[in-house]
């Protein structure tokens, strides 16, 4: 079974090529450069690096956000497309998720986390147990400090991980002292290949109403919401 | 006999969702649009967001769609076409990268387009074209003059200067509490009135076939205004009847003085303002009157956005040599070249 993943919700564009149990080849990069420019290039090259022709892939696995709205509707677009021609299964898996797969010998809860500016984060509540990741809490978007005061509820050893670790680690490290952890650089990026192993065997999404997790409704269509509740209740 | 050249087009630069394959250039197999207005009435206006998330609602069902009313299949086609710019970047990602996609999946050839060009090819689909030819580009987002001397060879003559004539009608249309989108409903309310209100035509420097509408608009406006501080009331018919006198004027004389001055052999209009009924019928009046230029005006369905436009431009672009590479890009300020 050979494996597409494709990761571009962050700065980070992951590409992956997963034959059943082997990763044949990665491509990760933590750029500010363009995912319209380099995804379908990398995933081009990447292909041909490892002699796998587009109609021979099994299966499509895509990074489905949170994140920039533009770099996951760039990667599910391509996913979704590529799934749809080539008549192959398409399954989404959470960007934060596959962050969190990386701290998978971490005997706590993994927080992984994206800035969402304004004192924001993308963050979900993961963990462990014999060797299969959990999700504990659902991913959502919260101010860092309202979530280190929800962590420190578990009384638990706690390590957060992503690129965006560093910007918020301070209002955790008030908050849960010597509980909180921050993973090393070498685990901050989203390995394309966990991104593979985890939609491996997970059930596939019906490919035309797939859609990125955003998290968080388009501004003009929460303040248009916001408005409608107003008139009911004038 | 050659073999036909069969092209599917992609277009998602504003707030439609459209594919279409299209064959030869001239002849239309399937055109599938997805229309996302009624999502954007509610804000008044196109928000970005909302159209880039309506896009990957949409994208792979339109594909499908298309797909099975043109009854083939992928190994079919000679070439991919995308809409590349101008318009919405967030927009033109989404139809750039699933063109990518397609070309990459079945190996085929991906050609880049520029959105009036695409406008300008929805003519090809109903009649021939005979160089050298003028367009008139006039929608939402663009007024433009355009000489042609050979396919696939554009020169813009003329351009607005400020807001695009569909932006004016848009905004004219906000001042006389009309709903959005206010093109139609300015049309339709101007064959009722009389352009009896004296508003301003920009004719610009002498010689010049550059458009500016933002001092008309001001002038509706103000007049608007100052009417109600005395009191007085004007018709919404007569206003309308005189924006749109004031706005076809320019348009007209303008195209019908460079048609005479590049000695062209036919006359376009082309974009989402050929619908307007008072254009149409003023174009035809006035060119009907110089000798030897035809006048070509495609149906309603084809002067909107659609894809069919994008395929039918990308199909001669193709036959010249054109091709993208998975680095293709939405460019959001494209230049037409
Ligand atoms: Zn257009």
């Known amino acids: ?234 | 006999m050659e073999k036909d050249l069969l092209v599917l087009g992609i277009e998602t630069s504003c707030d439609e969702t459209a594919a279409a394959i299209v064959k030869n250039g001239r002849e239309i197999v399937a055109n599938v649009v997805a229309s996302q207005i009624e999502s954007h009435k509610r804000f008044g206006g196109v928000v970005p967001e909302i159209a880039s998330r309506h896009h990957v609602e949409q994208m792979t069902i339109v594909l499908e769609e298309t797909m099975k009313q043109a009854n083939l299949n992928f190994s079919d086609l000679d070439a991919i076409a995308v809409t590349e710019g101008p318009g919405l970047v967030g927009a033109l990602l989404i139809g750039v990268n699933a063109a990518k996609a397609l070309a990459f999946a079945h190996q085929l050839p991906l050609v880049g387009v520029h959105h009036i060009a695409g406008h300008i090819y929805a003519n090809r689909l109903v009649k021939e074209m005979e160089f050298p030819l003028l367009a008139l580009v006039v929608s939402g987002g663009h007024t433009e003059l355009v000489y042609m001397k050979e396919h696939g060879v554009f020169e813009v003559i003329g351009e607005t200067r400020d807001d695009a004539a569909g932006e004016a009608y848009d905004k004219v249309a906000r001042a006389l509490d009309l709903p959005y989108p206010g093109g139609p409903h300015i049309d339709r309310l101007a064959q009722q009135g009389k352009p009896i209100i004296d508003l301003p035509r920009a004719w610009l420097e002498e010689g010049s076939y550059d458009f500016s509408f933002s001092g008309l608009k001001s002038a509706v406006i103000n007049t608007l205004h100052n009417a109600k501080q005395r009191g007085e009331i004007i018709k919404r018919e007569d206003m309308a009847a005189s924006f749109q006198a004031s706005v076809i004027d320019v348009l007209v004389e303008k195209t019908v003085q460079a048609a005479k001055h590049y000695q062209v052999k036919q006359v376009l209009l082309a974009g989402g303002v050929a619908a307007n009924r008072g254009l149409r019928a003023a174009l035809e009046e006035r060119v009907s009157q110089l000798d030897g230029i035809e006048l070509v005006i495609p149906p309603l369905f084809l002067c909107t956005d659609n894809a069919a436009m994008i395929a039918a431009a990308g199909t001669v672009l193709f036959q010249k040599g054109k091709r993208a590479t998975m680095a293709l890009n939405a460019n959001p300020s494209l230049e037409l070249a």
């Open chain 1, 1 to 234: 079974m050979k494996v597409l993943a494709i990761d571009t919700s962050n700065f980070v564009m992951g590409i992956s090529i997963v034959d059943d149990q082997a990763v044949k080849g990665e491509i990760i990069t933590n750029l500010k450069k363009n995912h319209s420019v380099r995804v379908m290039p990398a995933i081009e090259s990447l292909l041909q690096e490892c002699d796998v022709k587009p109609n021979e892939l099994d299966l499509i696995v895509v990074a489905k956000g949170p994140g920039s709205y533009t770099g996951v509707r760039i990667g599910v677009t391509i996913a979704k497309t590529l799934a749809w021609t080539l008549q192959i299964p398409l399954v989404g898996v959470s960007s934060l998720e596959v962050v969190a797969a990386n701290a998978k010998y971490f005997d706590g809860l993994i927080v992984p986390l994206f800035d969402a500016r304004r004192g924001q984060i993308y963050t979900g509540l993961y963990a462990y147990r014999d060797s299969i990741l959990e999700t504990i809490q659902e991913d959502r978007i919260v101010l860092a400090s309202e979530w280190a005061k929800q962590l420190k509820e578990y009384q638990q050893k706690v390590l957060l991980i992503g690129g965006d670790g560093e910007l918020h680690k301070q209002v955790f490290i008030e908050e849960l002292g010597d509980l909180a952890q921050v993973a090393p650089p070498s685990l901050h990026n989203p390995r394309p290949s966990e991104l593979a192993f985890l939609g491996m065997n997970r059930k596939s999404e019906d490919v035309h109403t797939f859609v990125p997790n955003y998290v968080r409704l388009a501004e003009a269509e929460a303040n248009w919401l916001a408005r409608q509740r107003e008139r009911v209740d004038e």
